[in-house]
């Protein structure tokens, strides 16, 4: 018989198949999803004469928090965001069938959903393959939550490997964590007879490693391991099954911190609390008492048209920092938001890079340069600069971007030789951003591929 615990915010009414009402009064903390919000482009609309811009955003899971780690011994019902989700999870339960009284309420459920595979034993044992980014590897650790893990690692990859082991046993609860390296990614015996030597029963994340790397381990794993499409995953911003199943990935243990001791660098001299808006109203008009004659070098035609003179005067008097804060407090709602930090590369404090504005969503890392200055060519230095910092920080799927006041049409050409060099994972906010996080709004993303 299997104990049930209620972790909806509200008392779950369920009717038994015996007719009766049995209630499930809630645990003290809900399981809750939290989402990502990320901006999509305008829509004007027209209500009855006038037209109107309204800002359209996107929202998707981030990850899923307040859910203890799976047992064969309790059945957790949860929110029907929740259950869908936390896809891996066949100890989850959801109410459906709902039974309502003439007024409409809801007064009980008749039916829990659930997934196939409930009170199926979950593998204990997780198998994953280091590569050059150890960040995808902790969030299946962290989201699948083992009891034991396996590193696979060639010489070229261990130390990192020893990173990745490091960050998971301090993840609570804490996994028991081995290092198994084969001499080279492709020779197919050294990976099989490595796996053939685990308990039967592991699941496998594959999405480190190399390619061949993968394969052989992928195979290996029909022969050895749990065999179940459903245990052998990649992460992907998510965790992908093979069975085409997809799930947000847990958030649990990350800060910036970590993620920088699992590239093997340091953030160090952080400022952690910015300025509020307020304050950089404040600012502003202190600056602009500075600023009564016009600022050395700084003629009227150089001033980007559009942005009010004396806001553009402050933030040039400001050196660029008075902008750092406005961006800080634009993305104060996301989970951590650090300016002014260094970057100790490998541990070495030399020559140390400065990261204006470092910015963390889940496990998504944002590294943003600001500049003040009008010129094209300083602009696009510190964007790449920018990008280049974020890939050290987190990996090649941080996200690295420029903060200036430049027009919407110079943002696009930046972005655009950006993308050229880098790709994906680049973001340019100009002069029509800074005037609405002026006015309140947050910074927010751009939507994947977009």
Wanted: net charge negative; charged share 25%; glycine share 8%.
């Amino acid at each position: 018989m299997t104990e049930c615990r209620n972790l909806t915010p509200h008392p779950v009414v369920i009717r038994a198949s015996d007719g009766q009402l049995v209630t499930i009064p809630p645990e003290p903390a809900p399981a809750r999803v939290r989402m990502l919000q990320e901006s999509l482009p305008p829509v004007r609309i027209r209500v009855g004469d006038d037209d109107h811009e309204v800002r359209v955003v996107t929202e998707r899971p981030v990850d899923v928090t307040g859910l203890p780690p799976a047992s064969e011994d309790v059945a957790w019902i949860v929110s029907r965001v929740v259950f869908d989700a936390a896809t891996e999870r066949v100890d989850l339960y959801c109410p459906t069938d709902f039974e309502r009284d003439d007024d409409g309420q809801i007064r009980a459920a008749a039916a829990l959903l659930g997934r196939p595979g409930a009170g199926a034993p979950l593998p204990r044992s997780l198998v994953v393959l280091a590569g050059g980014n150890p960040m995808p590897n902790l969030q299946a650790i962290t989201t699948l939550q083992p009891e034991q893990v396996t590193i696979i690692a060639t010489p070229q990859t261990e130390r990192l490997a020893t990173f990745l082991e490091r960050a998971a046993t301090a993840l609570r609860p804490a996994p028991q964590v081995s290092i198994r390296t084969v001499s080279a990614a492709n020779d197919a015996r050294q990976i099989t007879e490595v796996l053939e030597t685990l308990d039967r029963g592991w699941a496998l994340s594959y999405t480190g490693g190399t390619k061949v790397m993968a394969a052989h381990a992928r195979l290996a794993y029909e022969r050895f391991g749990d065999g179940r499409p459903e245990h052998a995953s990649i992460v992907d911003g998510q965790i992908v099954r093979d069975n085409g199943e997809t799930q947000p990935v847990s958030a649990a243990g990350a800060t910036l911190d970590a993620i920088a001791e699992l590239h093997g660098h340091r953030l160090r001299d952080c400022q952690e609390v910015p300025l509020g808006l307020e304050g950089l109203h404040k600012g502003a008009k202190t600056f602009r008492r500075r600023m009564k004659t016009p600022a050395d070098g700084l003629e009227k035609e150089k001033v980007d048209g559009g942005l009010p003179a004396e806001v553009y005067k402050a933030l040039l008097a400001g050196g660029g920092k008075w902008l750092e804060h406005l961006v800080a407090a634009a993305a104060s709602h996301h989970d951590e938001v650090l300016i002014n930090c260094r970057l100790d590369l490998d541990g070495n404090s030399n020559d140390a890079p400065e990261l204006d504005v470092v910015i963390r969503a889940g496990w998504e890392v944002t590294v943003l340069s600001c500049t003040v200055t009008p010129q094209r060519l300083v602009r696009k230095h510190k964007l790449f600069e920018a990008v280049k910092r974020a890939r050290q920080l987190a990996g090649d799927r941080a996200r690295g971007g420029l903060v200036c006041l430049g027009t919407d049409y110079q943002c696009q050409r930046l972005l655009a030789d950006a993308k050229d060099d880098f790709g994906g994972g680049v973001v340019v906010y100009g002069r029509s951003h800074v005037e609405r996080w002026l006015r309140g709004e947050q910074l927010t993303f751009p939507s994947p591929g977009s």
